[in-house]
């Protein structure tokens, strides 16, 4: 298959960063608190021969572009997100794709390729969740009264909150990786921040994620506060397509924290994909 993939109009410059060999485009979605640039860490192990297309969520910009992009009522919800993405590909005229998401933007993709299939012809995905609360019947780790301390602990003193939860996200003590998560975490307008992880801790796609029908590689730390085991292998079964890779590490950001581990894998699949 031809992929065209097109210049970065000046309208899309201030969040789209592509790295263009040839034709075959890699999209690469980024979860809450970072940016774009959480995937330098693993860039280095990207093979060549593909485009490579990293972008900034809508609020997770410079201010210009939150203020510019950022809308109240469309990004309340994880639809709004994915319909971000789709204008995106149609924009820069790209057919079909192959998706790197990591945690919201995993679920941002399998919503925008339940929409368009024909944009996404395989996924992988790190550290995803289809929801995270505990319930009887699902393998949650948080409970109602989890997230009402965290929503007023941003209200209270956002950056004493982002002090305390980077490190948490983190899982490891690497001060130079930690610093650069913890500026774009700090970055984000508390207002937004705020809103941000409420649609996100609040969402679920548990019943229609089995919709996504391109084959979907999940790569998760097996000690990862937001993510437990029992929600990766829930999810390995819900998706009709699936494989599952372990990371012996702790946090939510291998990306960046492991980069040398998660790198290969990426450029494995990404390889295979194609």
Partial sequence: MTHQVACVSESLK??????????VPVVLGHGFG?????????????????????YDLAGC????????RYDLQRHSHLYGYADDLIELLDSLGVQSCIYV?????????????IARPDLFRRHIWIGPSPYYLKEENYPGTLLPEDLQSIYEAMVTNYQ??????????????????????SQTLFRLQPDIALRTLQMIFEADTRSFISK??????????????????????????????STLDWIDAQGHLPHMTHPEVVGPL???????AN
């Fill in 34 to 54: 970072t940016d774009k640039s959480a995937w330098d860490y693993v860039a280095p192990f990207f093979p060549e021969g593909f485009t490579y297309i990293r």
């Fill in 101 to 113: 998401g990591h945690s919201v933007s995993c679920m941002i993709g399998a919503i925008a390729a």
């Fill in 212 to 241: 996504v029908k391109q084959p979907v590689h999940l790569i998760f730390n097996r000690d990862d506060f937001v993510v437990p085991q029992g929600v990766a292998l829930w999810l390995q079964a819900a998706l009709p397509q």
């Fill in 14 to 23: 201030p969040y789209v960063q592509i790295d263009q060999w040839e034709t």
């Fill in 160 to 181: 004493a909150w982002a002090a305390g939860f980077a490190p948490l996200m983190f899982g490891v003590t690497d001060e130079h990786r930690l610093a650069n998560f």
């Fill in 266 to 272: 990426l450029r494995k699949y990404v390889i295979y």
């Fill in 61 to 68: 910009g410079s201010d210009e572009d939150t203020l510019r």
